[in-house]
């Protein structure tokens, strides 16, 4: 009967010590995939910026152009 539990309990040391080093992968599978997300998130974020629209800045400019505008229509 002892050999039976010591074969029953090395068999569920090596169950669980095999599934501990599955999950300690996957864990740090998952924080190279976060990483790489970061870097793709950040440069991302960098190409909108570097794309976006000019609203704002065209608004100024517009509004110092109106005396030019207004003298050229009554030409």
């Known amino acids: ?34 990483a790489n997300l970061a870097a793709t998130t950040d440069a991302t974020q960098a190409i909108a910026d570097l794309t976006s629209t000019v609203p704002d800045r065209l608004t100024s400019v517009n509004a110092n152009l109106k005396p030019v505008r207004d003298f050229c229509d009554t030409v």
């Open 1 to 34: 009967m002892r050999g039976a539990a010591e074969t029953t309990l090395a068999a569920s040391a090596l169950v669980v010590g095999i599934t501990a080093v599955g999950l300690t992968r996957a864990i740090f599978h998952l924080r190279a995939i976060h």
